[in-house]
């Protein structure tokens, strides 16, 4: 399995944006698809955006779509989340998964999870 450790969120005014970084340890960073993941307060864990094992092909949640950008380097086995226009709705913990394929979105298919990082997206 993969290391995963976030780094990135904070306190943000709504309109604001932020960039999430994902430090992955191990030598088959590669080997994986990467997700994006939230969970806010009473809530479920929910999908955000993935990224498949080249950064060539993405997929977003309908509620991030045009705001949030994934990305990965792949030389410094990082993935990011840039997050614009933040809005309060977007308050949650977030976290850096990695699993076999980037097109099923749901949570159950990610086996590697790093603890995650709170953003508070404040009005």
């Known amino acids: 399995q993969v290391q995963l450790v976030e780094s990135g969120g904070g306190l943000v005014q709504v309109g604001g944006s932020l960039r999430l970084s994902c430090a992955a340890s191990?030598?088959?960073?590669?080997?994986?698809?990467m997700g994006w993941f939230r969970q806010a307060p009473g809530k479920e864990r929910e999908f955000v955006a993935t990224?498949?094992?080249?950064?060539?092909?993405?997929r977003y949640a309908d509620s991030v779509k045009g705001r949030f950008t994934i990305s990965r380097d792949n030389t410094k086995n990082m993935v990011y989340l840039q997050m614009n226009s933040l809005k309060s709705e977007d308050t949650a913990v977030y976290y850096c998964?990695?699993?076999?394929?980037?097109?099923?979105?749901?949570?159950?298919?990610?086996?590697?999870w790093g603890q995650g990082t709170q953003v508070t997206v404040s009005s």
């Open positions: 998964a990695a699993g076999p394929t980037y097109y099923v979105t749901n949570p159950a298919n990610f086996a590697s």
């Open positions: 191990g030598r088959t960073f590669t080997s994986y698809a």
């Open positions: 990224i498949n094992w080249s950064g060539g092909s993405t």
